[in-house]
């Protein structure tokens, strides 16, 4: 299982839609639920081990370069894991 979520991800990541349709297929017959997709999206997140108040303090520590960088993780995160039409 933890392989198919794997495989999912990188497809996501990787932009082949064809290849995360199937491994989501693969997931869900082996009964992978909607709750857990989102489980893993929420976990991908670049900050996912920090609480909201060490997000605040780790995001007050970087300068505004380490800024942009977070950004762009950010971004590239929401634009695979929550893009318009997600497979």
Same mark, same amino acid.
């Given at each position: ?29 082996m009964g992978v639920?909607?709750? !857990?997709?989102?489980? =893993? @999206? &929420? ?9 909201? /108040?060490?997000?605040? +303090?780790?995001?007050?520590?970087? !300068?505004?370069?380490? =800024? @942009? &960088?977070l950004e762009k ?6 634009? /695979?894991?929550?893009? +318009?039409?997600?497979?």
């Amino acid at each position: 299982r933890s392989d198919a979520m794997y495989q999912w991800r990188t497809a996501l990541k990787m932009g082949d839609t064809e290849a995360a349709k199937a491994a989501r297929q693969r997931l869900r017959d082996m009964g992978v639920k909607a709750k !857990d997709f989102k489980g =893993l @999206r &929420k976990r991908a997140h670049p900050l996912a081990n920090l609480s909201k /108040v060490e997000r605040r +303090r780790f995001r007050a520590t970087l !300068d505004a370069g380490e =800024l @942009r &960088k977070l950004e762009k993780a950010k971004q590239f995160y929401r634009d /695979v894991f929550y893009p +318009r039409s997600n497979p």
